[in-house]
C-alpha cells in the first residue's frame, strides 16, 4: 500500500501557529522540529516559505507554494485569545475548562499591590487554601468553589514584555483605577496595551474610602477611553473596591468569574506540558527554582522541562504555598528544580521525552546559531510593510504614536485615521504625549508595530531595546511628512533610506612598493572587519586624505573576502598611492537604514 502525502500550500511567510494550523499539528511540535533544523522560533514568529517546507516535509507533508493567503481565515485567527490559537490543534472534546488567569495593570500607586495582597490574604484566612502563600510570581485563590489564578508582578510593562518574548499568559486584566486620582497617563497606557492583546478588562474602581474619591467622575473617563460601565449600557464591568477597607473584594471576584465563564478558557489536561516561565532565580540551597504557569497539558515531577537552550528533569516541584506536589494541571502556577540554567520570564517551556532528548535538540539548536548571532523576531517597518501586505501576510499596519503636545497628537491621529480604505487599514495601538519609552518598544515589538515619533526621541534605554527586539523608530517634526510617510508605505512608494555605516577601522603599519601595482597598505585591523566588497577612507591626522572602493585586500598573499579584529592584512583603496604608517582605513559599506 503506498501512502499519499497530504498537500498544504504555504506562502511566502508564515507564523509558526499558522504553519502548525496548516498541518493541523501541535504548535510545540512544530517549534520542536524547528529546533531540530537549529532554528529557535515563537509561536508568533514569521518563518520563510524554505524553512516552513523543511519542518513540513520532516512531519510528513508535501508542500505547494502560494503567496495569497485566504484573509478572512486570518483575520478571524487574529481575533481569538491567544490560548484559543495554541489549542488549535487539540481536539474539542479533549477540552476541559481551566481557571482564569489575571493581571492587575494600571497606574502606579493605584492599588494593584494592595488589592493582591488583600485577595491573597483573604483567601488565605477563609482557609480555602492553606499555609502561608510564598512569593512564587503568581498564587491561586478560590471563590464559589471555582479557583481564579493571579499573577503577582502587576503593571503592563510585565505584561507586554512578556508578549514581546511570544507569551500570553493574562486571559482577563484588571486595570486598577484609584478613585481620586481617575485616567491617569498609565491609566490610558494600560488599556491600549490590554487592548493590543485583546484581553477583556474588568475595571476595578479602588480607594472608594477616601473622602476625595470620585467614582463618577473617574467613570465618565473611563468611558472617554472606550470602556463604558455596563451600568451606562457599555460592557465593561466597573467594580467599586477598597483594598484598604476590604471592602468589594466579592464583587470583583464575582466579575471575574461572570467574565470567566463568557471566555471559557480551556486547555487539555491529557497534552504534553507547555506553558510560559513567570520567573527564575538561583537560590541558596536549592539551585535553579523556575516559576512556570502550565498553559496546556499537565506538567509531572519527573518530566523534562525544556526552556530555550535550557533544559532539566524536574527534580521537585512547589505550589505557590511552597507545598511539595507531583502534578501541576492547566493554568496552575508551581515553582520547580531542575532546570540546568536560568531563563527569562515570557520564555516558552514544554517537555522533552529526556534529558537525552532535550540535550540533544539543544546541541542542534546551539551548533546551528553562528557565534553572535541572535534570530531577532524583527517587527514591521514602513519599509517592508506593502510587501508583507502584498504577499497576504498583513492589511494592516500597526502604528504606535508619540508626540510631545495633545495639540500636534490630535491632527495626527485623525489624519492617520484616514488613510484607512478598503485594502489597508492603519490601526493605531498606543497615542499619547511623551518621549518614547521601552514600554512603548515593547507594545510595538509585541503588536508587530512601527513607532512614530512627533518632536519626541527615544531614551536610550528605549533605543537598546529597539535594537534588540527589531522595532522601527521613525521621528519626525514636520506633521505633514509624517502623514506622508504612512501614506507611502501602504501604498509601496517609499523610496529606501541608505546611509553609510562603518564595518571596521585598521591602522597602517607599513607601506609596500609593489611593481605594476603601486603601493599597498600593511595593516593591523584594530576593530570591526575590513570587505572586499566595502568601500573606504583613508584618515591621517583625523583629516579625510582620500576615498574609494576597496580595490585589493590580501592576508599572507592570499586574495580574502573580509579580515576580522586582530588580524594584518594588505589593502589596496582606489588609486591611492600615497600611504603613511599610522593612517587610519575606515571601512564602510552603504546599508539600508531605518528612515
Ligand atoms: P501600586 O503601585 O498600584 O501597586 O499601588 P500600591 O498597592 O502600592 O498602593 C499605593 C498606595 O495606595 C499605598 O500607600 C496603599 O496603602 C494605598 N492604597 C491602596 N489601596 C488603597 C485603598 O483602597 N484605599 C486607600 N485609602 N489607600 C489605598
Same mark, same amino acid.
Given at each position: 500500500?503506498?501512502?499519499?502525502?497530504?498537500?498544504?500550500?504555504?506562502?511566502?511567510?508564515?507564523?509558526? /501557529?499558522?504553519?502548525?494550523? #496548516?498541518?493541523?499539528?501541535?504548535?510545540?511540535?512544530?517549534?520542536?522540529? $524547528?529546533?531540530?533544523?537549529?532554528?529557535?522560533?515563537?509561536?508568533?514568529?514569521?518563518?520563510?516559505?524554505?524553512? +516552513?517546507?523543511?519542518? *513540513?516535509?520532516?512531519?510528513?507533508?508535501?508542500?505547494?507554494?502560494? +503567496?495569497?493567503?485566504?484573509?478572512?481565515?486570518?483575520?478571524?485567527?487574529?481575533?481569538?485569545?491567544?490560548?484559543?490559537?495554541?489549542?488549535?490543534?487539540?481536539?474539542?472534546?479533549?477540552?476541559?475548562?481551566?481557571?482564569?488567569?489575571?493581571?492587575?495593570?494600571?497606574?502606579?500607586?493605584?492599588?494593584?499591590?494592595?488589592? #493582591?495582597?488583600?485577595?491573597?490574604?483573604?483567601?488565605?484566612?477563609?482557609?480555602?487554601?492553606?499555609?502561608?502563600?510564598?512569593?512564587?510570581?503568581? @498564587?491561586?485563590?478560590?471563590?464559589?468553589?471555582?479557583?481564579?489564578?493571579?499573577?503577582? !508582578?502587576?503593571?503592563?510593562?510585565?505584561?507586554?514584555?512578556?508578549?514581546?518574548?511570544?507569551?500570553?499568559?493574562?486571559?482577563?486584566?484588571?486595570?486598577?483605577?484609584?478613585?481620586?486620582?481617575?485616567?491617569?497617563?498609565?491609566?490610558?497606557?494600560?488599556?491600549?496595551?490590554?487592548?493590543?492583546? /485583546?484581553?477583556?478588562?474588568?475595571?476595578?474602581?479602588?480607594?472608594?474610602?477616601?473622602?476625595?474619591?470620585?467614582?463618577?467622575?473617574?467613570?465618565?473617563?473611563?468611558?472617554?477611553?472606550?470602556?463604558?460601565?455596563?451600568?451606562?449600557?457599555?460592557?465593561?464591568?466597573?467594580?467599586?473596591?477598597? *483594598?484598604?477597607?476590604?471592602?468589594?473584594?466579592?464583587?470583583?471576584?464575582?466579575?471575574?468569574?461572570?467574565?470567566?465563564?463568557?471566555?471559557?478558557?480551556? +486547555?487539555?489536561?491529557?497534552?504534553?506540558?507547555?506553558?510560559?516561565?513567570?520567573?527564575?532565580?538561583?537560590?541558596?540551597?536549592?539551585?535553579?527554582?523556575?516559576?512556570?504557569? &502550565?498553559?496546556?497539558?499537565?506538567?509531572?515531577?519527573?518530566?523534562?522541562? $525544556?526552556?530555550?537552550?535550557?533544559?532539566?528533569?524536574?527534580?521537585?516541584?512547589?505550589?505557590?504555598?511552597?507545598?511539595?506536589?507531583?502534578?501541576?494541571?492547566?493554568?496552575?502556577?508551581?515553582?520547580?528544580?531542575?532546570?540546568?540554567?536560568?531563563?527569562?520570564?515570557?520564555?516558552?517551556?514544554?517537555?522533552?521525552?529526556?534529558?537525552?532528548?532535550?540535550?540533544?535538540? &539543544?546541541?542542534? #539548536?546551539?551548533?546551528?546559531?553562528?557565534?553572535?548571532?541572535?534570530?531577532?523576531?524583527?517587527?514591521?517597518?514602513?519599509?517592508?510593510?506593502?510587501?508583507?501586505?502584498?504577499?497576504?501576510?498583513?492589511? !494592516?499596519?500597526?502604528?504606535?504614536?508619540?508626540?510631545?503636545?495633545?495639540?500636534?497628537?490630535?491632527?495626527?491621529?485623525?489624519?492617520?485615521?484616514?488613510?484607512?480604505?478598503?485594502?489597508?487599514?492603519?490601526?493605531?495601538?498606543?497615542?499619547?504625549?511623551?518621549?518614547?519609552?521601552?514600554?512603548?518598544?515593547?507594545?510595538?515589538? *509585541?503588536?508587530?508595530?512601527?513607532? #512614530?515619533?512627533? %518632536?519626541?526621541?527615544?531614551?536610550?534605554?528605549?533605543?537598546?531595546?529597539?535594537?534588540?527586539?527589531?522595532?522601527?523608530?521613525?521621528?519626525?517634526?514636520?506633521?505633514?511628512? $509624517?502623514?506622508?510617510?504612512?501614506?507611502?508605505?501602504?501604498?509601496?512608494?517609499?523610496?529606501?533610506?541608505?546611509?553609510?555605516?562603518?564595518?571596521?577601522?585598521?591602522?597602517? /603599519?607599513?607601506?609596500?612598493?609593489?611593481? %605594476? &601595482?603601486?603601493?599597498?597598505?600593511?595593516?593591523?585591523?584594530?576593530?570591526?572587519?575590513?570587505? /572586499?566588497?566595502?568601500?573606504?577612507?583613508?584618515?591621517?591626522?583625523?583629516?579625510?586624505? @582620500?576615498?574609494?572602493?576597496?580595490?585589493?585586500?590580501?592576508?599572507?598573499?592570499?586574495?580574502?573576502?573580509?579580515?576580522?579584529?586582530?588580524?594584518?592584512?594588505?589593502?589596496?583603496?582606489?588609486?591611492?598611492?600615497?600611504?603613511? +604608517?599610522?593612517?587610519?582605513?575606515?571601512?564602510?559599506?552603504?546599508?539600508?537604514?531605518?528612515?
Amino acid at each position: 500500500m503506498t501512502q499519499t502525502k497530504t498537500l498544504i500550500e504555504i506562502p511566502d511567510f508564515l507564523t509558526v /501557529r499558522e504553519l502548525a494550523q #496548516l498541518m493541523d499539528a501541535s504548535p510545540i511540535d512544530v517549534i520542536k522540529e $524547528l529546533m531540530r533544523n537549529g532554528i529557535m522560533a515563537n509561536i508568533n514568529q514569521e518563518i520563510d516559505f524554505d524553512t +516552513a517546507a523543511i519542518v *513540513a516535509e520532516e512531519m510528513g507533508f508535501e508542500i505547494h507554494s502560494t +503567496a495569497t493567503v485566504e484573509e478572512e481565515d486570518a483575520e478571524e485567527d487574529f481575533d481569538k485569545p491567544a490560548w484559543r490559537q495554541v489549542l488549535a490543534d487539540e481536539k474539542e472534546k479533549d477540552l476541559v475548562s481551566r481557571p482564569p488567569v489575571i493581571t492587575m495593570l494600571g497606574h502606579v500607586d493605584h492599588g494593584k499591590t494592595s488589592l #493582591l495582597d488583600i485577595i491573597r490574604s483573604s483567601s488565605v484566612q477563609t482557609g480555602e487554601v492553606g499555609g502561608i502563600t510564598q512569593h512564587i510570581g503568581a @498564587y491561586q485563590v478560590k471563590y464559589n468553589g471555582q479557583i481564579i489564578t493571579f499573577l503577582d !508582578t502587576p503593571g503592563h510593562e510585565a505584561f507586554t514584555a512578556m508578549r514581546a518574548r511570544g507569551a500570553q499568559a493574562t486571559d482577563i486584566a484588571i486595570l486598577v483605577v484609584a478613585a481620586d486620582d481617575g485616567v491617569m497617563p498609565q491609566t490610558k497606557e494600560a488599556i491600549d496595551h490590554a487592548k493590543a492583546a /485583546r484581553v477583556p478588562i474588568i475595571v476595578a474602581l479602588n480607594k472608594i474610602d477616601l473622602p476625595t474619591a470620585n467614582p463618577a467622575r473617574a467613570m465618565q473617563q473611563l468611558s472617554e477611553h472606550g470602556l463604558i460601565p455596563d451600568e451606562w449600557e457599555g460592557d465593561t464591568m466597573i467594580i467599586q473596591v477598597s *483594598a484598604k477597607e476590604n471592602l468589594g473584594m466579592d464583587d470583583l471576584l464575582e466579575a471575574i468569574l461572570l467574565v470567566a465563564e463568557d471566555l471559557n478558557p480551556c +486547555a487539555n489536561p491529557q497534552a504534553e506540558a507547555s506553558g510560559t516561565v513567570l520567573e527564575a532565580r538561583k537560590e541558596k540551597g536549592r539551585g535553579i527554582m523556575t516559576t512556570v504557569l &502550565v498553559q496546556n497539558g499537565t506538567l509531572n515531577q519527573g518530566d523534562t522541562l $525544556l526552556v530555550g537552550k535550557y533544559y532539566g528533569r524536574i527534580k521537585a516541584m512547589f505550589d505557590y504555598t511552597g507545598k511539595a506536589v507531583k502534578k501541576a494541571a492547566p493554568s496552575t502556577p508551581v515553582s520547580v528544580a531542575g532546570l540546568n540554567g536560568i531563563p527569562q520570564a515570557g520564555d516558552q517551556f514544554t517537555t522533552a521525552k529526556s534529558e537525552k532528548e532535550a540535550r540533544k535538540l &539543544v546541541a542542534n #539548536l546551539e551548533a546551528d546559531k553562528r557565534p553572535g548571532e541572535t534570530i531577532a523576531d524583527k517587527a514591521v517597518t514602513l519599509d517592508d510593510f506593502f510587501a508583507q501586505l502584498q504577499e497576504g501576510n498583513s492589511k !494592516t499596519l500597526n502604528l504606535v504614536i508619540k508626540a510631545d503636545v495633545q495639540g500636534s497628537l490630535e491632527p495626527i491621529i485623525n489624519s492617520l485615521e484616514n488613510l484607512t480604505n478598503d485594502e489597508v487599514a492603519v490601526e493605531i495601538m498606543h497615542a499619547a504625549t511623551g518621549n518614547i519609552t521601552e514600554s512603548d518598544v515593547m507594545l510595538a515589538s *509585541a503588536s508587530n508595530a512601527v513607532i #512614530l515619533g512627533f %518632536n519626541v526621541e527615544p531614551g536610550v534605554i528605549a533605543r537598546a531595546a529597539a535594537n534588540s527586539e527589531g522595532v522601527e523608530i521613525n521621528s519626525y517634526n514636520i506633521i505633514y511628512k $509624517l502623514i506622508e510617510d504612512v501614506d507611502k508605505a501602504l501604498k509601496g512608494l517609499l523610496d529606501p533610506v541608505y546611509a553609510d555605516v562603518v564595518t571596521g577601522r585598521a591602522e597602517v /603599519r607599513q607601506v609596500f612598493r609593489i611593481r %605594476n &601595482v603601486g603601493q599597498i597598505a600593511g595593516c593591523y585591523m584594530r576593530a570591526g572587519e575590513a570587505r /572586499r566588497n566595502a568601500k573606504a577612507r583613508v584618515i591621517r591626522d583625523a583629516q579625510l586624505v @582620500y576615498e574609494g572602493d576597496v580595490t585589493s585586500l590580501k592576508h599572507l598573499q592570499e586574495n580574502v573576502r573580509e579580515v576580522k579584529t586582530g588580524f594584518e592584512f594588505g589593502v589596496n583603496v582606489g588609486s591611492f598611492n600615497n600611504y603613511q +604608517a599610522g593612517d587610519i582605513i575606515e571601512f564602510y559599506v552603504s546599508q539600508r537604514v531605518d528612515r
